[in-house]
């Protein structure tokens, strides 16, 4: 069965509070989409492989990513050296979450204003599952961070590719946009081509889940357990919850999803790294649940999952693909997100976010080549404040005083430090003022170099920098900073190389990108 997609813009007449209630709609997405996938895994490691066949023929079959992006506009499709002794190959797989308000889910239609009646797609995961079968790691895209979206091809509301009237496909423009706007203008596959041409990741699949699944899923799982740092009171989504544990399911659990105003950080970063949480808790509680095992009470909820979801992969794809991963422990299902930085003030997308090049560049081509990427030591708590360590950080000494050899001593004592040094050299103006000069890209590379720091510098963004900082030293230099920044105390490891007395990871930890797993339980930041 083919569903309909292609989604279009939501005109937002109302403003401010159009803009939340959408706000609102997108969030309880997320606690469903990676939920949904594991829930086939569990279902075909509990049930016999006819029965589940019976299951997913509900599932609605779209167009392979391929008849929209031709193979040259792709990277290459990865592959496994019999040498490294794996068996298969990788599967990078796009999940969108998207939005309706017809049929079941009209009960959540907005309460002011004009009807929702198109379906949305505003949050997108790449899940990446490694060719052994052993590990998983899903990353959150953030949905308003800036991006380069190329040209795509138009679709219609069924996926039909639009044409003109000599027979030559219509195409959407590349752009520079929000990265939730890629399937606006092109659909899945667009969205899917983005992501390709941003981070060089082959996507095998796409998957949608359209469904009512955080009440129906935590209902089904007799809730799902939370321990709360501190009570939450949020008046927009009507969540009360004491400090402690708690067990969230139906409209609860709904409400802690979409929860934003009021809780720590107020922002898209702090609620995916809860919402991440209670993803993780929830599939804690589902493979150690007695409850999915059991077919005859679950049929009809396996069948609302099924029923909800849209793919390019036909169902015998979907049932290996689960056999291949059924085995998988909690501990090696890691979340991350996309590292980003705001745009500073004065920029066009400012209050948005860019992406923080290092890192996601060492993210993805961890992804690529098929590493496994482990927890962070800080469990991916602090989302909103990545950094980066000293051994990423290149930095130009220029010295814009009247003491001599400054420069080199300066780059002597960060060098020290870990931080790579690109040259020394004297300023072409003396200055009052130390400064770091730096392109946007470079954000979180800054903030790591003006923690070193003695001084408080001025800050210039520069398009022409590169990956390079300057730093001017001006009068008010007071030397390096005595007490160091964690990011510069403790330089990140090398990936793949154990810390000093502890064993050797199953994978790499990734410098500024924090992460976690399913296993780990840390308390909710209220």
Known sequence: ?????????????RGELASYEHAQRRTRIIGRIVVGFLAVVVLVAAVGVLTVKNILDK??????????????????????????????????????????????NSQYQVTTGPLQTETLSDTA??????????????????????????????????????????????????????????????????????LEQLTGVYIDHY??????????????????????????????????LPAGEVNLKGQQALAFVRARYGLTGGDDLHRIQRQQQFMASMVRKALSSSTLFNLPSMTSFYGDVASSLTTDMGSSALINLALHYRHLDTKDIVFATVPTYPAPKGDQWYQHLYWSQDEATALFNAIRDDRPVTATSSNGQNVAALTVAPSNVTVKVLNATTTNGLAGQTANALSARGFRIAGVGTATQQSAKTTLTYSASRTTSAQ??????????????????????????????????????????????????????????????????????ASTQTCVEG
């Not at 069965?1 to 007449?13: I, K, S």
């Not at 009440?215 to 709360?228: D, E, H, Q, R, T």
């Open 1 to 13: 069965m083919q569903r309909p997609f292609g989604r279009h813009r939501l005109l937002d007449p």
């Open 59 to 104: 599932v609605h079959h779209t167009a392979s990513i391929d008849t929209y992006v031709p193979a040259s506009e792709r990277p290459a499709k990865p592959t496994t050296d019999p040498a490294s002794g794996k068996k298969g190959t990788p599967e990078n797989i796009l999940i969108l979450g998207v939005d309706s308000r017809l049929g079941e």
């Open 125 to 194: 995961i790449l899940a990446h599952l490694s060719a052994d079968g052993k590990s998983v790691t899903l990353v959150s895209i953030p949905r308003d961070s800036v991006v380069k979206i190329p040209a795509c091809d138009k679709v219609d509301a069924n996926g039909n590719i639009q044409r003109d009237s000599s027979g030559q496909p219509l195409m959407a423009s590349a752009t520079t946009a929000l990265f939730n706007e890629a399937i606006q203008r092109g659909g899945p596959a667009c969205t899917a081509k983005t």
């Open 207 to 240: 998957l949608e889940i359209d469904f009512e699944g955080v009440i129906k899923m935590s209902n089904a799982l007799g809730g799902v357990p939370m321990n709360i740092c501190s009570p939450i009171h949020d008046s927009h989504t009507g969540l009360n």
């Open 448 to 517: 790591t170099l003006a923690a070193a720091l003695g001084v408080k510098p001025d800050e210039q963004l520069s398009a022409t920098a590169g990956d390079v900082i300057t730093l001017t030293i001006g009068s008010d230099w007071n030397g390096l900073a005595t007490e160091t920044s964690p990011a510069s105390a403790t330089p990140a490891p090398t990936p793949g190389a154990p810390a000093a007395g502890s064993p050797a990871p199953s994978g790499s930890a990734i410098p500024g990108v924090k992460t976690t797993n």
